[in-house]
């Protein structure tokens, strides 16, 4: 039976996944979601799927299969999906959409920790291959935690669920792929065992980001920013992921992580690869993922000294966020009184190579912060000379390119203006490209593109293993060192810029304002 989806007449044409399905199909697919009735499944995942579906862009022969502890019939399952799509996806729900892409999801409820039970997934599987007439390739997305991710991987191989010389199977992990170096390594061992890396799809949903996509579009469709693009130009970076919310409910997770884990680890040294990458041959997966490999690769990791010297840690305390009092990260629910867990991290760091040697990147992340924003700010070097000096031009400023993830999505390049009038005064002006009235229409959603691409068998997005590795490589003695605890813990206020001791970090330079 086929999905009963009508595609949405006014996103034709300019909607980019539908631009990606005339270039390569999806073929017919049944996604499987271990933990299908969590958070992330919930908010994102399953009103992805319903986006998808709007859109045109799944297959006629789709199929999703749920699995999570509880025990569920089919139909109470799909009265959960609906809710959670109605309540959470981007644009309101079509009645005959959803209904099209409700009667085609299924669940089963075990333990993951239960092997036996993998034969009634098993046979569940074989059964919409046989009501497609054929079987089907096989997506097995891993939404649970961490933990859970060698117990599932492992009890597919033991029930034979990993390979099929007939259909493409493929094995879908969300972050965090590990909690440090070692872990990341015998996750890998695990899923080595298991799976051939061109069947392994690591999520880090900033891939997934339009805007972040669009880094390489504005790098490598545009000459006239490569030749500056270098150490010779280019006097520093800086890369902020700022965020306003606190942990929200998360604290059992995030206590255990921090801001490093959280997000440095993952999303912004994806952030740090696409702006240092060299330009890639071709846009295939292993092509792009390669130069980016040879960036983590080339930044060394810290040893106990640079770490003193070029890491800020830091907690909220309480304050004022949007307008009302807030209570600090120590009075949150689930957060023990002694918790020395930072949701602030700061950290310099250097890529050793013939084009970025000696220029200092600066990294920011934070909860409970002024604002949300996450953006790459590039600092242009001053000009040499200026000729005009002595008619007053002391507004002239180095240019600085600052593209910007969210929430404004766009580029802008500050330039030095002559200000009207008659003498030779200079300001800054800034020249902007934004997303939004460029397109005159909606970005799909991170994970829209991410489900996309791996039934489609295209990993350019995703992160290979030795990224990874290579990501935890960086991260791991920062994590050593501030887990022996002998390096402050500063503090900052909810709703503020940030800690004062990342301004000393990235002295003489100054954090853009929050
Ligand atoms: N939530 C978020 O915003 C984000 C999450 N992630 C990642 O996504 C993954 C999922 O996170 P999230 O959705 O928040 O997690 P949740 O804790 O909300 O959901 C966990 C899911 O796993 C199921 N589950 C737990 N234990 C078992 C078990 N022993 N056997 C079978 N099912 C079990 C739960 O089923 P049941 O309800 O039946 O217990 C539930 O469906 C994590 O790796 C997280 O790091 C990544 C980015 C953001
Ligand atoms: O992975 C994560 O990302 C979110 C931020 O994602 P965004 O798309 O809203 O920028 C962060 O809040 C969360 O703690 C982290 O686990």
Known sequence: MAVDVKPDPQSLGENPLIEGLERLPV??????????????????????LYNLAH????????????????EMPTDEFRAVAKAAIEKFSRRPPDATVLEGLLGRMHYVGFSFDDVPSYGRLSATLDQLDEDGGGKLNRNYYLSTAPEYFPVIVGALKEAGLNYD??????????????????????????????????????????????????VMAFRFANFMFEPVWNRNYIESIQITAAEDIGIGSRAGYYDKSGALRDLVQNHMLQ?????CMEPPGTFEADKVR?????????????????????????QYTAGVEGGEEVAGYLGTDGVPDDSRTETYAALRLEVHNWRWAGVPIFLRTGKRLARKVTEIAVQLKPVPHLAFQSHGSVGVKPNQLVLTMQPNEGVSLSLGAKIPGSSMRIRPVNME???????????????????????????TLFTRSDEVIAQWSIIDPILKAW????????????????????????????????
Not at 189 to 214: A, S
């Open 27 to 48: 073929p017919a697919t049944t996604l499987t979601i271990f933990g299908v009735t969590g958070d992330l499944a919930h908010r994102k995942l399953l009103p992805a």
């Open 55 to 70: 859109e045109g862009a799944l297959p006629e022969r789709f199929n999703l299969v749920g699995v999570a502890r509880r």
């Open 165 to 214: 010389p007939d259909v493409d199977i493929r094995c879908i992990i969300e972050k965090p792929f590990g909690t440090d170096l070692e872990s990341a390594l015998s996750l890998q061992q695990v899923v080595d065992h298991v799976f051939r890396e061109q069947q392994v799809y690591r999520i880090d949903h900033y891939l997934g980001k339009e805007t972040v996509q669009n």
């Open 271 to 275: 952030l740090l690869t696409l702006v």
């Open 290 to 314: 390669d130069e980016k490999v040879k960036v983590l690769q080339a930044i060394t990791p810290p040893t106990p000294e640079e770490v003193r010297r070029d890491t800020v840690r830091a």
């Open 433 to 459: 490209f934004n997303y939004g009235s460029a397109f005159m229409s909606q970005s799909p959603e991170a994970y829209e593109r991410l489900i996309l691409d791996a039934m489609r068998g295209e990993a």
């Open 483 to 514: 887990a022996e605890d002998t390096e402050p813990l500063h503090t900052y206020a909810s709703g503020s810029g940030g800690p004062t001791a990342a301004d000393d970090l990235i002295a003489p330079h100054r954090w853009r304002g929050l």
